[in-house]
């Protein structure tokens, strides 16, 4: 008895003791991954909020303004210290970014001057806004696209220079329908309210954040630094983009929107694009108390869009009426000394197919767009490491060269 009374309390005893050092272990690991943190989080250099800001290659801020009217007259516009009407954007754009947690900055928020700043800041930069309209049929109304165009930028101020740093594009796509044709007045109200609130169940900076918090980094690894620098628009294609926007702006446009989805697939990043004559020392960053030259580094890699097929087809099949927008387009690489290293063809046919009921209307100026955005962003998502085989086999003509070609393409490009 005596005994194991005995046995029973050593054994109690050795049994608290090890759960007490198990404990004391566990504590102190705890305690140490804590301190980890906190010295990590310690560790985080700091860059400042800069505020909203307009970019563009205009030579003038007036025609910078032109890409992006409403948003240009609310931070621009010189009635009050907050802007037109009392609208204070840069006070909207602070709020959704600050308490954003990023992997290696924190944000600084205060209300700091842009023409005061040194070191590294952070701006949301708006490059464009697009708004598409089409008639539907009287069953249907009037169909808009609105677009908005931007970057969650990292710049370092220096003496006399400001230096691009790190960027992650984004796109905002809103689409609506009215039974009546609106005013510019009323569209006008609808951009507005992207930048302003949630009304339409999105709001552009609430957005551009969650977007750019996993892949915007301060301290970038080594890149190869990747730039969309030329657009190719076919007659064909031209007569139907030119309903809505001039050649140019399009080009822009499509250049913004594969630079943006390039960078969302691949995680790296891209330079803001350049297209045509017009280089990246030309980029102008506007804040609402100054204007800044962007310096960007010279591309590694050179990227072009050749858009060159429009074609639509209509074809009865018992009651509805199916309607194609076909797409055609090439993808251009060349490396640093200019030697074309990559023609990719995809094209989309059968995916452009809809079906629609008797009289309703399917503008050109709307769905050709669409079509065009669409087979452009899946090309994208091949670049993410998972190269889509169903995809090559409806959109090219060769498919297992195209796998090739993007699978040595990424890896060259994008280290992946």
Same mark, same amino acid.
């Given at each position: 008895?005596?005994?194991?009374?005995?046995?029973?309390?050593?054994?109690?005893?050795?049994?608290?003791?090890?759960?007490?050092?198990?404990?004391?272990?566990?504590?102190?690991?705890?305690?140490?991954?804590?301190?980890?943190?906190?010295?990590?989080?310690?560790?985080?250099?700091?860059?400042?909020?800069?505020?909203?800001?307009?970019? &563009?290659?205009?030579?003038?801020?007036?025609?910078?303004?032109?890409?992006?009217?409403?948003?240009?007259?609310?931070?621009?516009? /010189?009635?009050?210290?907050?802007?037109?009407?009392?609208?204070?954007?840069?006070?909207?754009?602070?709020?959704?970014?600050?308490?954003?947690?990023?992997?290696?900055?924190?944000?600084?928020?205060?209300?700091?001057?842009?023409?005061?700043?040194?070191?590294?800041?952070?701006?949301?930069?708006?490059?464009?806004?697009?708004?598409?309209?089409?008639?539907?049929? /009287?069953?249907?109304?009037?169909?808009? &696209?609105?677009?908005?165009?931007?970057?969650?930028?990292?710049?370092?101020?220096?003496?006399?220079?400001?230096?691009?740093?790190?960027?992650?594009?984004?796109?905002?796509?809103?689409?609506?329908?009215?039974?009546?044709?609106?005013?510019?007045?009323?569209?006008?109200?609808?951009?507005?309210?992207?930048?302003?609130?949630?009304?339409?169940?999105?709001?552009?900076?609430?957005?551009?954040?969650?977007?750019?918090?996993?892949?915007?980094?301060?301290?970038?690894? +080594?890149?190869?630094?990747?730039?969309?620098?030329?657009?190719?628009?076919?007659? +064909?294609?031209?007569?139907?983009?030119?309903?809505?926007?001039?050649?140019?702006?399009?080009?822009?446009?499509?250049?913004?929107?594969? +630079?943006?989805?390039?960078?969302?697939?691949?995680?790296?990043?891209?330079?803001?694009?350049?297209?045509?004559?017009?280089?990246?020392?030309?980029?102008?960053?506007?804040?609402?108390?100054?204007?800044?030259?962007?310096?960007?580094?010279?591309?590694?890699?050179?990227?072009?869009?050749?858009?060159?097929?429009?074609?639509?087809?209509?074809?009865?099949?018992?009651?509805?009426?199916?309607?194609?927008?076909?797409?055609?387009?090439?993808?251009?690489?060349?490396?640093?000394?200019?030697?074309?290293?990559?023609?990719?063809?995809?094209?989309?046919?059968?995916?452009?197919?809809?079906?629609?009921?008797?009289?309703?209307?399917?503008?050109?100026?709307?769905?050709?767009?669409?079509?065009?955005? &669409?087979?452009?962003?899946?090309?994208?998502?091949?670049?993410?490491?998972?190269?889509?085989?169903?995809?090559? /086999?409806?959109?090219?003509?060769?498919?297992?060269?195209?796998?090739?070609?993007?699978?040595?393409?990424?890896?060259?490009?994008?280290?992946?």
């Amino acid at each position: 008895m005596i005994v194991r009374k005995e046995s029973k309390t050593i054994r109690h005893f050795l049994v608290a003791f090890a759960t007490g050092l198990l404990l004391s272990v566990a504590l102190s690991a705890n305690a140490q991954n804590e301190a980890d943190a906190k010295t990590a989080a310690e560790d985080k250099p700091t860059v400042v909020w800069g505020g909203v800001s307009l970019a &563009s290659h205009a030579s003038t801020p007036e025609e910078q303004r032109k890409a992006m009217p409403v948003i240009g007259e609310m931070l621009m516009c /010189k009635n009050t210290t907050e802007g037109c009407g009392g609208i204070d954007i840069n006070a909207v754009a602070r709020e959704a970014f600050a308490n954003t947690e990023f992997r290696d900055f924190d944000i600084e928020v205060g209300s700091v001057s842009a023409s005061q700043l040194q070191g590294h800041i952070i701006t949301p930069v708006i490059t464009s806004e697009a708004i598409v309209e089409a008639f539907e049929g /009287k069953s249907v109304g009037y169909s808009y &696209s609105y677009r908005i165009f931007g970057n969650l930028m990292i710049l370092q101020f220096l003496p006399g220079e400001v230096q691009y740093v790190a960027a992650h594009p984004f796109i905002l796509n809103y689409f609506d329908v009215s039974k009546t044709k609106l005013s510019d007045a009323q569209k006008r109200e609808v951009f507005k309210s992207l930048y302003l609130n949630d009304d339409k169940g999105v709001n552009f900076f609430a957005q551009l954040r969650d977007a750019a918090q996993k892949d915007l980094r301060l301290n970038v690894d +080594e890149h190869n630094y990747v730039q969309i620098n030329s657009v190719e628009l076919s007659d +064909e294609v031209l007569a139907v983009l030119t309903q809505a926007y001039g050649a140019e702006s399009w080009k822009q446009q499509i250049a913004k929107f594969f +630079e943006s989805n390039l960078a969302a697939s691949t995680g790296r990043p891209i330079l803001p694009s350049a297209l045509g004559d017009r280089t990246t020392q030309q980029l102008l960053i506007v804040f609402r108390d100054a204007s800044k030259k962007l310096v960007v580094p010279p591309a590694g890699y050179s990227v072009g869009l050749v858009i060159d097929r429009f074609l639509r087809h209509e074809a009865k099949s018992g009651s509805e009426q199916i309607i194609c927008f076909m797409v055609a387009s090439s993808i251009l690489v060349e490396d640093p000394y200019g030697e074309q290293i990559g023609n990719l063809r995809f094209a989309r046919k059968r995916d452009s197919c809809g079906a629609t009921n008797p009289g309703t209307q399917r503008a050109d100026v709307m769905y050709f767009p669409e079509s065009m955005y &669409s087979l452009l962003y899946r090309v994208s998502q091949q670049f993410d490491g998972k190269i889509d085989g169903k995809f090559l /086999k409806r959109n090219t003509d060769k498919p297992a060269a195209v796998r090739a070609d993007i699978s040595r393409l990424t890896d060259t490009l994008f280290n992946q």
